[in-house]
């Protein structure tokens, strides 16, 4: 059963638009959540994260959204870059319990110039 | 700024051998997790240690353990190798007995694994 989901295992953009990657969750208890970027033959690397609390977290051009009621967040990435082309992963984590994450499947973005 | 190494970065071993891969964790990071890829895969918890304790398990087989010492690397071991434990393998480490939303993984480049 795969708690965290991420439909999209490709998404193409144009430079300068905005990247739209979205992340479904199943398990409430969930009350943080991460995304990652991965480049090939390198480790995922941390972009940003949301506490339950939030609705929304930016940083620079990276901003997440969360919605509860949904189970949903996505990640908008505005203007995208071609070096933001990459896999990006979601993440969830309970804090309250569980001491590791878990990861969606990866959404392949390729920002065309 | 300094990251969590891993090594080796490639590993290539024979069905039944035994393999050790290490993780050097972010300095003042006390947390060490290990993370197994599969091709076309997500990244599956292992195992996580803190302050040299195991923390929590995942679905790591029982041909595999693993440790955290006392500067808090940490070692995986693998024995009776089979070919379907070919993967790439990360580390990744925090600060604190919980990872949050303020003190997220940092993950290290990944050792992969090749069973022959």
């Known amino acids: 059963d795969q708690q965290v989901k991420q439909n999209s295992p490709s998404l193409s953009v144009q430079e300068g638009r905005i990247s739209i990657l979205n992340c479904d969750y199943t398990?409430?208890?969930?009350?943080?959540f991460l995304w990652y970027k991965k480049y090939p033959a390198e480790g995922p690397t941390f972009l940003i994260s949301?506490?339950?609390?939030?609705d929304k977290n930016e940083d620079g051009r990276f901003t997440v959204f969360l919605n509860k009621s949904a189970k949903h967040l996505s990640l908008h990435i505005v203007p995208s870059q071609p070096g933001d082309s990459a896999v990006y992963f979601c993440?969830?984590?309970?804090?309250?319990?569980?001491?590791?994450?878990?990861f969606g499947s990866g959404t392949q973005l390729t920002v065309l110039p | 700024a300094a990251g969590v190494i891993q090594s080796p970065r490639h590993l290539i071993k024979e069905k039944r051998e035994t393999a050790t891969l290490k993780c050097y964790p972010i300095?003042?990071?006390?947390?060490v997790y290990w993370y197994q890829q599969g091709p076309g895969q997500d990244p599956q918890f292992l195992i996580s240690?803190?302050?040299?304790?195991?923390?929590d398990k995942g679905s790591i087989p029982d041909r595999f353990s693993a440790q955290q010492f006392s500067d808090y690397h940490s070692e995986l071991n693998m024995s009776s190798l089979e070919l379907g434990d070919s993967a790439l393998y990360f580390c990744?480490?925090?600060?604190?007995?919980?990872?949050?939303?303020?003190?997220?993984?940092?993950f290290g480049n990944g050792t992969r694994l090749t069973v022959t």
């Open positions: 990744a480490s925090s600060f604190g007995p919980t990872s949050s939303y303020n003190s997220p993984l940092h």
């Open positions: 398990n409430s208890m969930f009350d943080y």
């Open positions: 949301i506490s339950s609390i939030k």
């Open positions: 993440a969830a984590g309970d804090s309250g319990s569980a001491r590791q994450l878990t």
């Open positions: 300095p003042r990071h006390d947390t």
């Open positions: 240690f803190y302050e040299k304790m195991q923390s």
